[in-house]
């Protein structure tokens, strides 16, 4: 197995997605060895009948795509992912919040994720949607998921652009080293994997892990 595998998030969260490709992107997860799947929350229960008792991670999306659900709603969502199987939660941050500078807001919604995922011992991934936000904004949001100790800061949901090596840099540069970084958004090749990597992700959401890694 090469490192990257280890490192990718097997994902599959199209509106029209059916039952047959959740199972098929299961088995490929297991049979490559990648760190998770991750879903829509309506298959996890079906996922984690196929990945139980193996090392693949079950991921799903909460506040999925555009992250303006409330935040008792959101948490809501993941409560009953974690009953439902989800290991990884991939939770998207309340755009219009932080477009508004409600930083109190903000960071009461941070804090009760991570709370909510930690209480059932799962993964908090803060989808952060670094596209659409300056610098300065980007590290006073970093800063908050430093404090409230979420286990990744992840890029963006690939629904407003994609990611960057240099999106990557900035965000590694303002965050806790403890604290991982998923890079997500447009990720099709190889190469964009590698330099994103190297720029300093720690792991890999793609829709396109097996054409990006010759398997197909």
Known sequence: MSRIEGLIDHTLLNSNVKQVQIETLCKEAIE???????????????????????????????G????????????EEIKRAVNDGADELDVVLNISAVKDQNWNYVTNEIQSFTRAAHLKGKVLKLIIE??????????????????????FIKTCTGHH?????????????Y???KI???????IKTLEQ????????A???????AIELLGLA
């Open 193 to 200: 994997a590698q330099a994103l990597i190297t720029a300093g």
């Open 32 to 62: 490559h060895q990648f760190a998770a799947i991750c879903i829509p929350p309506y298959y996890l229960a079906f996922a984690d009948s196929i990945l139980k008792d193996t090392p693949v991670k079950s991921a799903t999306v909460i």
């Open 175 to 177: 965050k806790d080293p």
């Open 130 to 151: 670094a596209s659409l936000f300056d610098k300065d904004t980007l590290k006073r949001i970093c800063e908050i998921a430093n404090k409230e100790e979420v286990d």
């Open 161 to 173: 652009g994609g990611t960057t090596p240099e999106m990557v840099s900035l965000i590694k540069a």
């Open 64 to 75: 999925f795509p555009m992250g303006y659900s409330t935040l008792f709603a959101k948490v």
């Open 202 to 208: 720690d792991r890999i959401g793609t829709s396109k």
């Open 180 to 186: 991982k970084l998923k890079a997500s958004g447009g």
